[in-house]
T-cell receptor
Framework: GAGVSQSPSNKVTEKGKDVELRCDPI?????LYWYRQSLGQGLEFLIY????????KSGLPSDRFSAERTGGSVSTLTIQRTQQEDSAVYLC???????????FGPGTRLTVL | GIQVEQSPPDLILQEGANSTLRCNFS?????LQWFHQNPWGQLINLFY???GTKQNGRLSATTVATERYSLLYISSSQTTDSGVYFC????????????FGKGTLLTVNP
């Protein structure tokens, strides 16, 4: 079956612009995660959605970052007023509820000039 | 939070050789996964192994939860095995987030 998909695969933006990154999870997966991978910080958790519950935003680095998940499926991560330190690969993962296997998408490489 | 240490950080092998990658973690875990990150950056699931032993072809993994470590074995390595191998753990709490180690960079030469 189809895996996790993300778009765009690459995004180049200028400092101060807003960007939106999209994630389509595996059908039937109720849990959705955003992580980012950067040279200095490795792979780090950003936000977690489970079904219709309020998201766990404990990993978001600043209030410029927000995410939503519509209809329990597609998720959008928005970064406002991008900064150069936001440059990273943003990875989305989905899974079943609870401590189960997480399946990762191919990522979006964000470059802020 | 939980700490995850992987060793060695780098490993260079000749094709056909065997290798063992190690992951130590600082607390009990509910979830442990091994991933292979290919040259295009995709994280490929290798094993979901919070405890016990699993095998998949030339790869196998063992987690000894009581001693807080996991091992990934690669036998008869191939050039396509090259890439970064990550161990990630989930240690409880309400969000099931994975905490990743820094990875082992494996290079398999022909």
């Amino acid at each position: 079956g189809a895996g996790v998909s993300q778009s765009p695969s690459n995004k180049v933006t200028e400092k101060g612009k807003d960007v939106e990154l999209r994630c389509d999870p595996i059908s039937g997966h109720t849990a959705l995660y955003w992580y980012r991978q950067s040279l200095g910080q490795g792979l780090e958790f950003l936000i977690y959605f489970q079904g219709n519950s309020a998201p766990d935003k404990s990993g978001l680095p600043s209030d410029r970052f927000s995410a939503e998940r519509t209809g329990g499926s597609v998720s959008t991560l928005t970064i406002q007023r991008t900064q150069q330190e936001d440059s990273a690969v943003y990875l989305c993962a989905s899974g079943l509820a609870g401590p189960d296997t997480q399946y990762f998408g191919p990522g979006t490489r964000l470059t802020v000039l | 939070g939980i700490q995850v240490e992987q060793s060695p950080p780098d490993l260079i092998l000749q094709e056909g050789a065997n290798s063992t990658l190690r992951c130590n973690f600082s607390d009990s875990v509910n979830n442990l996964q091994w991933f292979h990150q290919n040259p295009w950056g995709q994280l490929i699931n290798l094993f979901y192994i919070p405890s016990g032993t699993k095998q998949n072809g030339r790869l196998s993994a063992t987690t000894v939860a009581t001693e807080r470590y996991s091992l990934l074995y690669i036998s008869s390595s191939q050039t396509t095995d090259s890439g970064v191998y990550f161990c990630a753990v989930e240690s409880g709490g309400s969000n099931y987030k994975l905490t990743f180690g820094k990875g082992t960079l494996l290079t398999v030469n022909p």
